[in-house]
């Protein structure tokens, strides 16, 4: 069949010059076929495909009308576009002989399954900066195959495009969208390769991140892959990390599916990590700029199925290897709290530059929150960044009064103004509340926190008495409450804790329902590193912690006695302050992350304490040694090693809790 209407052409007709009729997708796979690479073979829907989709069903008008009043700040008002438009797409049919011509070039291909991906065409190529986020639909067979290419044409019109649209200016742009048919790659393993290190931007290093069954695992972030860097000049293998694989995403008929592993092993071999390097500097002489490439490796071959352009060192890119790159330093865990990811942003924004070092001189540029159970967050900071800051804060207290007085003073009167805020709430907007709060919280809070004991070794009698009142005042929890909340929902709706305050404030609120579904089963990592911002969720953020921490866990924890004795008893878990676990029985052992006065009916009952975090004057402490019951504090994991009912032995005198018996499956 010959294609006189122009609406698809092979990978072998296709150049970089045609990405305004095949998108920046389909543009470098015809790019890379010509040139030789390994590209599975394929076609490309172009774009006037679609366009001539939308004229024969009548949709163009109605399409515009809707897209006409969405105000691109609200986002109700998108999403019902969005869902609108695409219900328009898929219940309209393809043009006979448009589908006919699409059906033609499958069975030229000679593949059961294929790989049916969008790629947006736009006249400003800025617009690829979110082409990435619309649809793909692995191991389609023919009989999904029209019906997979409306849905591709139809994600043109996802709530993240359709702000992008309004927010670049592009919604009175031309826009349209092509849609790439490639052979399924059956991938034994599959992964990424970077011509460029993401993170140190080493232009002699490439990265490559490798794991087993299909790549999509690996480019959404659903598994820790393996990771090697290799230096060009030598082709040495200069660093490897192998990571424990315990699911894999493998085709099952017509489906993908996560199927159980469990792989300790580097899942490429030194000569294949070679062999990819090569072809990734081969890829990026080529096109003259360093590259991303996605790859497969089917029997023994690599497959190149995407190729992208590093421009910059795009967010994403640093997202996928955030793990990597938190486990490279030398982080100190510093505090445990009862955090949402709107939280943790917030709290993090108190050690925000510029205003921080404005202030102190000195600020804390990387920090991670990692959500250890539901709404409890741990900090951790960099062990150099935290000791200049305490020297910062020493420094201001013993050499500059002047400077110290004032602080403190601010704090008192912002304290004041807090309490009249609460009585008379006067904000009218998220931000205005956020550059109240960070005010508040870096003059009372964090500057007292950390003056108090350098003025309590000085002895400093005008300063101490005011350091002492503001650790005893605390506005903040309230203002958060009765403040800052009710305006975070104002702006963003019900799923305002699943954002960040830089995105809410930003107008950026497509991520809210996503988060929360992958919170049901998984743990957010958030990190503020070079004052950027990066969110992901992991399944076992347990492994993470042991590493940060050092930690090498077995059937036992250690920690502080906090009051002396040994018992054996039933654990019982308590995870949240409001976690009143039902079925506590008398005598039963109470492991949590920390304790406070709304968990003393089951402290009452029990007949030891274990806790995750604490000093010797936390709460559990305190308590413990008020009642005379064995207490081990500061364990940092009993909450994740031990279960509901398992049996164990608290040797609080020693400072060890072990496992005596497995709870019964």
Same mark, same amino acid.
């Given at each position: ?9 092979? *990978? ?93 070039? *499958? ?22 900066a979110w082409a990435g986020q619309l649809e793909s639909y692995l191991n389609t067979t023919k009989k999904d195959l029209l019906e997979n290419v409306k849905k591709c044409w139809a994600s043109l019109f996802l709530p993240r495009a359709i702000i992008y649209r309004f927010e670049k200016n592009l919604h009175k742009h031309p826009i349209s969208v092509a849609v790439v048919v490639q052979k399924m790659i059956q991938s034994e393993v599959a992964g990424i390769s970077f011509s460029v290190h993401p993170i140190t931007q080493d232009k002699n290093q490439i990265l490559i991140e490798a794991g087993i069954g299909l790549g999509e695992s690996v480019v959404s972030g659903q598994i820790t892959p393996d990771s090697y860097v290799i230096e060009k000049k030598n082709w040495k ?5 192998? !990571? ?23 899942? %490429? ?19 003259? *700029? ?5 790859? !497969? ?38 505090? =445990? ?5 709107? =939280? ?21 540029? /990387?920090? %991670? ?63 205005? @509340? ?10 009372? +809070? ?16 005008? %300063? ?5 009142? %503001? ?83 077995? /059937? ?64 559990? !402490? ?29 040797? @609080? +005198? ?12």
């Amino acid at each position: 069949m010959t294609n006189n209407m122009k609406l698809i052409k092979t *990978f072998q007709d296709i150049s970089k010059n045609d990405i305004k009729i095949a998108g920046g997708k389909g543009a470098s796979l015809g790019e890379m076929t010509q040139s030789k690479i390994p590209v599975p073979p394929g076609f490309v829907i172009l774009s006037n495909a679609f366009d001539k989709f939308l004229e024969a069903n009548n949709l163009e008008a109605d399409i515009d009308a809707i897209l006409h009043n969405v105000d691109h700040t609200k986002i109700h008002t998108v999403e019902n576009a969005s869902e609108k438009i695409r219900a328009l797409i898929l219940s309209a049919k393809i043009p006979e002989n448009i589908a006919n011509e699409i059906l033609h070039f *499958f069975q030229e291909l000679k593949s059961d399954f294929v790989a049916v991906r969008s790629s947006a065409t736009a006249e400003d190529s800025s617009f690829a900066a979110w082409a990435g986020q619309l649809e793909s639909y692995l191991n389609t067979t023919k009989k999904d195959l029209l019906e997979n290419v409306k849905k591709c044409w139809a994600s043109l019109f996802l709530p993240r495009a359709i702000i992008y649209r309004f927010e670049k200016n592009l919604h009175k742009h031309p826009i349209s969208v092509a849609v790439v048919v490639q052979k399924m790659i059956q991938s034994e393993v599959a992964g990424i390769s970077f011509s460029v290190h993401p993170i140190t931007q080493d232009k002699n290093q490439i990265l490559i991140e490798a794991g087993i069954g299909l790549g999509e695992s690996v480019v959404s972030g659903q598994i820790t892959p393996d990771s090697y860097v290799i230096e060009k000049k030598n082709w040495k293998i200069i660093d490897k990390n192998i !990571a424990k694989q315990t699911k894999a995403l493998k085709k099952s008929g017509e489906k993908n599916i996560w199927k159980t592993i469990d792989s300790n092993k580097q899942k %490429l071999i030194d000569l294949q990590i070679i062999e990819l390097a090569k072809l990734t500097l081969r890829i990026e002489k080529h096109y003259n *700029f360093p590259v991303d490439i996605e790859w !497969a490796l089917e029997n023994g071959n690599f497959h190149i199925v995407q190729s992208r352009p590093i421009t910059t060192i795009s967010e994403t890119t640093i997202v996928r290897n955030e793990l990597d790159f938190v486990l490279s330093k030398d982080w100190i865990f510093l505090v =445990g709290r009862p955090y949402t990811l709107f =939280g943790a942003s917030l709290y993090q924004r108190w050690f925000d530059p510029p205003q921080i070092q404005e202030l102190f001189g000195e600020s804390i540029l /990387d920090n %991670l929150y990692i959500e250890e159970h539901p709404s409890v967050v741990r900090r951790y900071v960099i062990k150099n960044q935290l000791e200049a800051f305490k020297k910062a804060i020493e420094k201001i207290v013993k050499n500059d009064k002047k400077k110290c007085e004032e602080i403190l003073k601010r704090g008192l009167a912002l304290s004041d103004k807090a309490k009249e805020h609460l009585k008379k709430n006067p904000f009218s907007d998220l931000k205005s @509340a956020v550059d109240f709060l960070v005010e508040l919280t870096l003059h009372a +809070t964090v500057f007292s926190y950390f003056s108090y004991p350098i003025l309590t070794e000085i002895k400093d009698e005008k %300063l101490l008495p005011i350091a002492e009142k %503001l650790r005893g005042i605390s506005y903040y929890p309230d203002i958060v409450q009765e403040i800052i909340n009710p305006l975070a929902k104002k702006e963003a709706g019900e799923n305002f804790n699943f954002l960040t305050v830089t995105e809410i404030l930003s107008k950026d609120l497509t991520q809210a329902k996503t988060r929360k579904k992958e919170s049901q089963t998984k743990r957010f990592v958030y990190a503020k590193i070079n004052n950027k911002e990066h969110i992901l969720y992991v399944d076992d953020v347990f492994e993470l912690i042991k590493k940060l921490d050092h930690i090498q866990v077995s /059937d036992s924890v250690r920690g502080q006695t906090a009051y002396p004795g040994k018992v054996v008893g039933t654990v019982k878990l308590v995870l949240s302050s409001t976690d009143l676990n039902v079925n506590f029985k008398d005598g039963d052992i109470l492991v949590a992350v920390t304790t406070n006065p709304t968990l003393m009916p089951l402290i009452r009952k029990s007949s030891a304490i274990v806790s995750d975090e604490g000093g010797v004057t936390c709460h559990a !402490a305190i308590v413990s040694r008020e009642l005379k019951k064995p207490c081990v504090i500061g364990t940092k994991f009993a909450t994740h090693i031990f279960q509901n009912e398992d049996i164990i032995e608290v040797d @609080a +005198t020693n400072g060890v809790v072990r496992l005596v018996e497995r709870k019964k499956q």
